[in-house]
C-alpha cells in the first residue's frame, strides 16, 4: 500500500483512547526495550489519552493517518516549532505514512507562523533513521533526560 491509501486528519474527540492505544503499542515494540523503568513510566504518563487531547486542545496540532474507519498513525506538534510524536502502526511502517503526518504537520505550522525557520524534535534512537530521511539532522548526540533516550535533531523549513 502507498501513501494514496489513507487520509489524514484531525482526530474526532473519542479517538484520544485510540490514539493512545496505537502510541502505547508501538512504544512497546520498538522504543520501550531500550528504556529503563522510568524512561518507559516517563513516556507511559506523557502518552496517556487525557494528556494526548489536553495538549492537542491547548497549544499543540494533532493528526491522524486513517485507512477505512481504522488509525494507522499520529503526529502532535507542539506549536510553533516541535515535532513531539509521530507513531506508525508497525505494520503500516515504511509506507509514506509518517512522512506525511510529519509534512501534514509542518505545512500546517507553517499556515499559523509563516516566519517559522527550523523544526525540531527529540528523536528516539531508533526512529533517527526515518528522520534522517524526513529532512532533518542531529544536532547532539545521544542523551537522556527523565529516563528517555533521544538524539535533538533539526529541519529548516525551506526543506518542506
Keep these: ?12 474527540a473519542d479517538e484520544y483512547g485510540a490514539l493512545a492505544a496505537l502510541v502505547h503499542h508501538t512504544f512497546d515494540v520498538a522504543v ?13 504518563a506523557y502518552a496517556l489519552a487525557d494528556a494526548i487531547a489536553d495538549r492537542d486542545a491547548d497549544s499543540h496540532l494533532t493528526l491522524v493517518a486513517e485507512r477505512d ?33 510529519t509534512e501534514a ?6 499556515a499559523f507562523y509563516p516566519a517559522l525557520s527550523i523544526i525540531t524534535v527529540n ?4 526512529a ?8 532533518f539532522v542531529a544536532t547532539s548526540g545521544e542523551q537522556i533526560v527523565n ?3 533521544f538524539v535533538a535533531m533539526q529541519r529548516l523549513v ?3
Excluded at 1 to 12: C, E, G, K, Q, S
Excluded at 32 to 37: F, G, I, S
Design 128 to 135: 533517527v533513521p526515518a528522520y534522517l530521511r524526513f529532512g
Design 123 to 126: 528523536a528516539s534512537p531508533n
Design 1 to 12: 500500500m502507498t501513501a494514496v491509501d489513507f487520509i489524514l486528519r484531525a482526530p474526532r
Design 69 to 101: 474507519g481504522k488509525v494507522l498513525g499520529m503526529v502532535q506538534f507542539k506549536l510553533p516549532d516541535h515535532l513531539c510524536m509521530l507513531f506508525v502502526e508497525p505494520a503500516e511502517q515504511g509506507r509514506g505514512l509518517g512522512r506525511a503526518l
Design 105 to 110: 504537520a509542518i505545512a500546517k505550522a507553517c
Design 32 to 44: 520501550a526495550p531500550r528504556l529503563e523503568q522510568a524512561g518507559r513510566a516517563t513516556f507511559y
Design 158 to 160: 525551506l526543506d518542506a
Design 147 to 149: 529516563g528517555i533516550r
